[in-house]
């Protein structure tokens, strides 16, 4: 369970954010540095195999190089390791190329988007999160920090959460299954009222079947069924269905009752309305 | 069962151990130095012992470095110390292998959602601790012999091709590592004998060798950037010090009275301190991580998210 981070408008809706780890954020970090460490390769290539610098004799030429030159070469220098995070997070609603692959995304402590002078200070204050060398201080801010903010998020008034899947898993489909109907009156007849609790396992299950070795898929599809027969009323065992064919059965029912709306609560619902009270 | 559990990601898996590993921070630091306490206060005995002997006798320990001109005394007094040295190494090993114990089960309960005190981790700690250090020992025997049988066919490969060579070696030292990361947590988390859980990590890890794999290369990655940091800690005092003190190497008083000046002692504690905390965040996320993966890998193969083992009869499933 990851730690959140709740919001409650004023309007009385709460706000969950999934607060980003440290270690997600390192990765994202790493392959930010990454895609910098290219567009500085492919800025110096041309510069140098184009002859327009020779680092050989660089040191001795620097008073002589065009001063226009030389400042686009600071400035590049500084677009690349600066610009690069101000520019994605301020233009790229909150994210860089690292953080969109990983699925976080920076935002300010309200919820709100981060804007361009956020994003300015959060990241000009990686120096001081650099100091004294690979991000010390910063790591050890987020580590001692509950929402794992590092120096430059505290002064910029920003977090970093987790983005949640925008579309939600595959729905299970399931396809009539032979002697459904006798399943269906062994069971009872009539379809009880199943807990999330109870529902879940069945439902992660039969998403999840392919994946386990046959012997530990039945005895797995057995004890899911054994729990969720507590709450129908069945009749004498019918040994010739196996619990995985009585969990699909039961599922389709489900999913036939609530006209498929079984599936799991995607990021959608992330806001949700909490009752006022009287 | 449900306690929130559910197959992880990759990244999950370091944010849970970083998660956890947060908040019994100052859970594992009772534990570190409750467990490291016995060998922490023999050191400052022997410390102690050894700098009130050096100044009774001053040319004792001078005496050591020809043994031809010891006395019988300070010869039972080499001996003693060598003894001594020995037998610090054994207790150094037993208790490292208590604290990871310890460790294991705190990890195991921040993974279900439970607070656990550093005496509450110990329980059983003789038995568990002993199966543990057998385990370990197993792996290391099977590791060393699989390591020579593997060298023989590495020799050979080197005379035509020492980069292929080369790539093989670490090739099979990453297979390895991929295989035995889980025998260790197993032998704590199911509560096993030190033989069987190391046939059921590797059977784990196989069904789950690209997850396991890169859990371990980024862990890899994170601790490389991190030693870095502990090295140029190091570094980075010689640095100043030298920069700034003004006083010449060839002038060693003069650089004594500065490193003693209090400004230096403060800054050597202080990186004594962010040293030894990198150290101990490095060491018990790679031991938390080994317990996600326990975890991860026995509900993707197993479901044990779904049920748990008792009601699926996969208590002893390989």
């Keep these: 369970m990851n730690s959140q981070f709740v919001i409650r408008t004023p309007e009385n809706v709460r706000i969950r954010y999934d607060l980003a780890g440290t270690g997600t954020r390192f990765f994202a970090l790493v392959i930010d540095n990454c895609i910098q460490g290219l567009l500085l390769v492919a800025f110096s290539w041309p510069l140098v195999h184009g002859k327009i610098v020779d680092f050989n004799t660089l040191p001795e030429k620097l008073g002589m190089m065009d001063g226009l030159l030389l400042a686009l070469i600071i400035l590049f220098l500084m677009l690349i390791t600066f610009g690069y995070f101000i520019i994605f997070e301020s233009v790229w609603d909150g994210q860089t190329p690292g953080k969109k692959l990983l699925g976080l995304k920076v935002r300010r402590l309200g919820g709100q988007p981060v804007d361009f002078l956020a994003a300015l200070i959060r990241n000009l204050l990686r120096i001081v999160d650099w100091l004294p060398s690979f991000f010390i201080a910063g790591f050890t801010t987020m580590f001692f920090n509950n929402m794992g903010r590092r120096i430059g998020d505290l002064a910029a008034g920003t977090m970093v959460i987790r983005e949640r899947r925008r579309t939600p898993p595959a729905p299970i489909s399931l396809t009539p299954e032979e002697h459904e109907d006798e399943i269906r009156s062994w069971l009872g007849g009539a379809l009880p009222t199943l807990t999330e609790q109870e529902l879940g396992p069945i439902r992660e299950f039969l998403r999840r079947r392919n994946t386990f070795a046959p012997e530990i898929r039945q005895r797995l599809a057995s004890g899911i069924l054994r729990r969720v027969l507590a709450c129908f009323h069945p009749g004498e065992p019918m040994p010739r269905h196996d619990g995985e064919q009585v969990l699909r059965v039961i599922y389709r029912w489900y999913q036939a009752e609530s006209f498929g709306r079984l599936e799991e609560s995607s990021v959608n619902d992330q806001v949700t309305q909490t009752p006022t009270e009287r | ?318």
Aim: with cysteine; net charge positive.
């Design chain 2, 1 to 318: 069962m449900s306690s929130g559990l559910r197959p992880m990601g990759i990244g999950e898996i370091f944010d849970r151990s970083f998660f956890i590993l947060r908040k019994n921070f100052g859970t594992l630091i009772k534990l570190h130095v409750m467990v490291f306490l016995p060998v922490l206060t023999l050191l400052v005995l022997a410390l102690v012992g050894g700098v009130a002997i050096h100044m009774t006798n001053p040319f004792l320990f001078q005496q050591f470095a020809k043994p031809e001109t010891l006395s019988a005394g300070s010869a039972f007094l080499l001996i003693g110390l060598i003894i001594f040295a020995i037998g610090l190494f054994f207790l150094m090993m037993v208790l490292m292998h208590i604290n990871m114990y310890g460790t294991y089960r705190i990890f195991d309960a921040g993974v279900r959602n439970e607070k656990m005190t550093w005496k509450e981790a110990l329980k059983g700690w003789p038995l568990g601790a002993l199966f543990l250090f057998l385990a370990a020992m197993i792996l290391g025997t099977v590791g060393g012999i699989a390591g020579l049988l593997i060298a023989i066919p590495i020799v050979i490969v080197q005379a035509v091709s020492p980069i292929l060579a080369q790539v093989i070696n670490y090739g099979l030292n990453v297979v390895i590592s991929v295989f035995t990361v889980l025998a260790l947590p197993i032998v704590v988390l199911e509560k096993k004998d030190p033989v069987t859980p190391i046939w059921r990590g590797v059977c784990l890890a196989a069904k789950n060798f690209w997850r396991a794999l890169g859990v371990i290369l980024l862990y890899t990655l994170l601790s490389m950037c991190l030693t870095a940091v502990i090295l140029v800690l190091f570094m980075l005092p010689i640095v100043v010090i030298i920069a700034s003190s003004g006083a010449s190497v060839a002038d060693p008083q003069n650089l004594m009275k500065y490193l003693l000046s209090p400004a230096i002692i403060a800054l050597a504690v202080g990186l004594v301190l962010m040293v030894l905390f990198l150290w101990f965040v490095l060491v018990n996320l790679y031991l938390g991580l080994q317990v996600l993966l326990v975890y991860d890998f026995k509900m993707r193969s197993e479901g044990y998210d779904l049920l748990p083992p008792e009601e699926t009869g996969l208590t002893t499933v390989v």
